[in-house]
């Protein structure tokens, strides 16, 4: 239910209630429907709006005050107006008061969160954007919460105290990956109903560091070589509009670089569930709630499970915190990850031949497995650590940096000059669609750091899932 409202019936004989609730609708989507319950007996209708009422006011899970921040230039800079036209009008119904931001420049809404926003006066946070600004709200609020409690968020080994009031993502970007991993859909009203209604869903958070630096933090993909490349580059063609991924995943498809490293890992022991799984992780999820719960009794025993080390040359490494499905990947890059289990599936894809490479992308959308092929390692795990060549020890690092710059304009050269057959040494790493300063980092899960208004995707109802001859 989201609201009740009393309303007298035209010709006096009596009271009716009108009552709002949430349907569903196809393909994950909630809808906002109307049932009227109508009394000759005006008491008995009170009667029912006031348990009606009062039992909405005792749900402690429905938040009351949000803080809202929109980006009114995201995706097709439509953010403000989907917020005043579908969202707001919701919010009104159900009696949550809203203290509403417009951005006026990247990372207002981090530094705002940060440092002024009054965190203790809402019940939530709601982001109206894109990943992008997702990614803002979450680097805001971890921040944030580390500082209140004293932890220090440059420190890989400190554990992160997580964050108390959820996130709502009402999707207005070109790229809405994380609410559409999260809720099923990308649509506006779905999302505005699962705040409404309370909803909870835990998200894994993986900090990513550099010699004891924090860089940044990822909630989906962490990707070195291939996806890195096709990010540098299409952020080089800003001016391509959407088509500029596709224009750089075949341009760096075709260059075909691999890149040499050492990547280090540590095992996720004990845990169930494994990434070649074929459930997947839904609303409910057992294997978070088993996986999530042991964890977190077992935060800091690191000294318990054995780092492992691959060295190699690499097309690309995939770290998978949640599955990555969108609309154009509808299984994802690693189909069985979890959103809330504490792990993230690392996908390490050696050298291989360019007609193989493409067998891979392939099964991205077929049914076959995407990793059953001989040139892919697939490993769940709760840490990494990845080296590039050349800068393996300490000092190796100095030099690397003080040569970066000079490498940086040779391998440039290369690229632009296939002929001279030089291959550049390093790739940079895609983070959340944000490219990093260092090559060399330090990735560690922090298992269910947030939290936010949804509830995972929910199983279809049968009737729904045609395309399976046994449901019907
Ligand atoms: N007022 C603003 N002016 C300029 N940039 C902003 C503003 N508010 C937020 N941003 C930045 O805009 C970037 C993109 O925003 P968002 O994720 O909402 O949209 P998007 O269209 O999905 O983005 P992308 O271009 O990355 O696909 C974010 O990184 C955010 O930091």
Redesign the pocket.
Known sequence: IISVREEEEENGSGQRDDVLYVERSRQYRWRCAEVTFACSDEAVCQHWVNNIRELLATNTSRPKHLLVYI?????KRQ?KRIYEQKVAPLFTLAGISTSVI?????????DHLRTAAELEKFDGVVCV????????IIHGLIWRTQIDCGVDPNCPEEALSPCSLRIGIIP?????CICFATVGTNDPVTSALHIIVGDSQALDVSSVHHNNMFLRYSVSLLGYGFYGDVLTDSERKRWMGPARYDFSGLKMFLTHHCYEGTVSYLPAGGIIGTPRDATKCRSGCVICQHNGQLLSERTEKYEMDEWRTIRGKFLAINAASMSCACPRSPKGLSPAAHLADGTIDLILVRKCSRFNFLRHLLRHTSKDDQFDLTFIEVHRVRRFRFTPRHCQSDSDLELDLQENGKRQIFSQICKDHPACGCAPAYSSWNCD??ILTHTAIDVRVHCQLIKLFARGIEELPVFEDLTNPCAI
């Open positions: 980006n009114p230039y995201g995706g953010g417009v951005t006026e420049y990247a990372n207002h809404a981090r954007g894109g990943d992008g600004m997702f990614s803002e207005a970007g070109s790229t809405d669609g944000e």
